[in-house]
């Protein structure tokens, strides 16, 4: 379960060029010399949603036919655990006073003014992993809902006398095509609607397999699944308004958890209860009936994808425009370019060739290995302690200074080496997966 680290984003480059004129105008620009920041509870709790309720809320019913019913409910109290460390994350956006006192603009930032140097490299290098690696688990996942709703379609249309066979690596190619123009798009944080579209497409998805998987158990009559069983489990702003951005990052956060972790409990509980161990990894897979339905949560779940890949990869394009800049100035160079009917576009060599970049590759590493969710697995376990506990927890002691071996540091530290337990189980768990899928391995074989 991911954290509001992906809230304290980095900005665009061009609002580092700000005039000393600019700093005087209290209703444009905030203290900092930053353009005013506008965001609110509801629109900070929407890039969470976005970000949190994506396919993997889909995969939790598989989650806990691993483990079986008591320990698939264990695993789930660690949306408190979530919550709880986001808590100090939000603490750590600014340095002393929370309301005047210097931003940390990044994750990374935070770390290194509170931590030190060498902590903010090892945090950089789990968190960007970690992006990049979600980038490329949603463009497959994005592919296998593309595929779905044309094997229902085609088995529909067939009255059910073709199996349908659907190869995807097309789809993997058009979901890329998609993220290469939108990835060109500057600022886009600032574009609110698609926040609130894939916010409600999230739902609308988790909703009708929900929905699907309360029918399939009343045509069982009853729950299936053991009541404990042994497998894998996997590791599932900079823009809000001034004064107050940490007290409006813990309210967004407790909004945004409370949803998500109860979508997450009634999708996982209620598709483990209809299909048992025989539960799929994709839940919408598990269904063809009714197919319209299934093709309307297929498609929300592909738009949904399509925001959520920006909102995971824009702290890491921003990162290398930031670093490159600041060491060849001109690369930041912008030129501006009208377009018939539309703004001005700001176009920028470098931004248009990295990113590019950027897409063409994680789509060629969907194509490659289709089996990347496990993959993406062994990298969501290993970023669940240090960007979920460890950076948070530590950073909360350095900035309160509370006292070593104090009750406070003891239980801090406790909860820190539990969560650092369950992270090596999550890890080992999914090494297994990749191994089992290693045996039947096929590049570019993505298919449904």
Request: aromatic share 12%.
């Amino acid at each position: 379960m991911h954290n509001t680290q992906d809230m304290i984003t980095e900005i665009s480059s061009a609002a580092t060029t700000i005039t000393v004129s600019h700093h005087q105008d209290g209703s444009l620009y905030d203290d900092d010399g930053r353009p005013k920041r506008t965001g609110t509870i509801w629109m900070t709790s929407s890039y969470i949603i976005t970000a949190v309720i994506g396919s993997g809320t889909l995969s939790l019913a598989w989650s806990i036919a691993q483990l079986g019913w008591s320990g698939g409910l264990v695993v789930m109290i660690f949306g408190l655990v979530t919550l709880y460390t986001s808590h100090f994350l939000a603490n750590s956006y600014r340095a002393g006073d929370p309301i005047t006192g210097k931003r940390n603009y990044t994750y990374m930032e935070a770390v290194e003014n509170i931590l030190g140097g060498k902590n903010s490299i090892f945090c950089g290098i789990i968190q960007y992993a970690n992006l990049y690696g979600t980038s490329i688990g949603y463009t497959i996942a994005a592919a296998i809902s593309m595929m779905a709703i044309t094997k229902t379609n085609c088995i529909h249309s067939s009255h059910a006398k073709k199996t349908c066979h659907v190869f995807g690596n097309r789809y993997i190619i058009w979901f890329g095509v998609i993220q290469l123009g939108f990835s060109q798009i500057p600022n886009f944080h600032k574009m609110r609607w698609l926040s609130i579209l894939s916010s409600i497409m999230s739902f609308t998805y988790s909703l009708i397999g929900l929905a699907l998987g309360i029918a399939q158990v009343s045509g069982n009559e009853h729950f299936r699944g053991l009541s404990f069983a042994i497998g894998q489990v996997k590791a599932g702003s900079d823009t809000i308004k001034s004064p107050l951005e940490v007290r409006t990052m813990k309210r967004a956060t407790n909004l945004s958890i409370a949803t998500t972790t109860t979508f997450y409990v009634l999708c996982g509980c209620i598709g483990y209860g209809a299909f048992g161990n025989s539960t799929p990894g994709n839940l919408l897979t598990a269904f063809d009936k009714p197919f319209w339905l299934v093709d309307i949560a297929n498609l929300a779940l592909i738009i949904q994808l399509v925001g959520a890949y920006q909102v995971y990869s824009q702290p890491l394009f921003a990162f290398v425009e930031e670093r490159t800049t600041k060491k060849w100035e001109i690369i930041g160079k912008e030129h501006k370019v009208q377009i018939p009917f539309l703004p001005s576009y700001n176009l920028n060599i470098f931004r248009i060739i990295w990113r590019s970049l950027y897409v063409v590759v994680s789509t060629l590493i969907a194509m490659l290995i289709p089996f990347f969710n496990d993959i993406l697995g062994v990298i969501g376990a290993l970023g669940f302690w240090p960007l979920s506990v460890y950076f948070p927890v530590e950073m909360y002691i350095k900035q309160k200074k509370i006292p070593k071996w104090s009750g406070s540091w003891i239980l801090l530290q406790s909860l820190s080496i539990f969560c650092l337990l369950v992270t090596f189980a999550a890890l080992v768990g999914s090494i297994v997966g990749v191994l089992l899928d290693l045996k039947t391995y096929k590049p570019f074989s993505a298919s449904l």
